[in-house]
């Protein structure tokens, strides 16, 4: 019972179905995941210990930076319940708004050229800007 119970609480908090869910399409720094989803750096760490304890995700470290991906090998019960999570995140909105910014980062940061904690306030005023466009 332990075992269905911690695997339900991973999928009970949305902040780590955001996180898990932009992880499935692209390997990430920490940074990034704070510009894409505008969390905090302590919520995100948290949120990436407890999937990654869970077995949800994996990581490698490159310089001062950690990357964090989707791991590619997952037990069957973990990728059922990773395919129900898929076809309901596809229907919501705050999901559909995550894949735009995982794609604003990208570009961004192919005119930037790296990813440092610079990099990420440039990124978070650009969003701020576009956002702003946006609403008018």
């Known amino acids: 019972m332990n075992q269905a119970l911690d695997l ?26 704070m510009g894409i989803l505008g969390m905090s750096q302590p919520l995100v760490s948290r949120n990436l210990f407890l999937l990654q304890r869970a077995g949800f995700i994996e990581y490698r470290r490159e310089g001062k930076l950690m990357y964090y991906r989707f ?8 990728g059922l319940l990773f ?24 570009r961004f940061q192919k005119k930037v050229g790296k990813c440092n904690m610079e990099t990420l306030k440039a990124f978070m005023e650009y969003r701020k800007q576009k ?6």
């Open 8 to 33: 339900f609480k991973i999928f009970s908090d949305e902040s780590r179905l955001r996180v898990l869910n932009i992880l499935e399409k692209k390997e990430l720094a920490v940074c990034q995941i």
């Open 71 to 78: 791991k590619s090998e997952l037990s069957k019960k973990q």
């Open 83 to 106: 395919d129900v999570f898929r076809i309901v995140a596809g229907e919501e909105p705050v999901f559909k708004k995550d894949m735009d910014s995982l794609k604003d980062c990208e």
């Open 131 to 136: 956002q702003g466009k946006n609403k008018k």
